[in-house]
Nanobody, 121 residues
Framework: QVQLVESGGGLVQAGGSLRLSCAAS????????MCWYRQAPGEQRELVAV???????NYADSVKCRFTISRDNAKNTVYLQMDSLKPEDTAVYYC???????????????WGQGTQVTVSS
């Protein structure tokens, strides 16, 4: 079993910055792609950014040039640096990780509990 624990959310003024972290814990697994999603009230969950185990990253158009995803494979942790924040970035942010069990090579996706990001105008 893998657990993802997020931290770093909060309240910030427009134009400010926040850094989210998501640490994976457990035994007997390897981690593939890791992602950040967000869900605003009344909206569907949307993909914000994804990073492969090799460090290749892709972003939603709405956050390009403002957000940076990175990961520390030794710590099983993914980060989301959010700069130039806008009120429309307000949402609950979730991390997601694709894992492979070492013993069975089975793939499984896990979600974090979510962290609230609120950007005031």
């Amino acid at each position: 079993q893998v657990q993802l624990v997020e931290s770093g959310g909060g309240l910030v003024q427009a134009g400010g910055s926040l850094r989210l972290s998501c640490a994976a814990s457990g035994r007997g697994f390897s981690i593939g792609p890791m992602c950040w999603y967000r869900q605003a009230p009344g909206e569907q969950r949307e993909l914000v950014a994804v990073i492969t185990s090799g460090g290749s990253a892709n972003y939603a158009d709405s956050v390009k040039c403002r957000f940076t995803i990175s990961r520390d494979n030794a710590k099983n942790t993914v980060y989301l640096q959010m700069d130039s924040l806008k009120p429309e970035d307000t949402a609950v942010y979730y991390c997601n990780a694709e894992t492979r069990t070492t013993a069975t090579m089975r793939l499984k996706n896990y979600w974090g509990q979510g962290t609230q990001v609120t950007v005031s105008s």
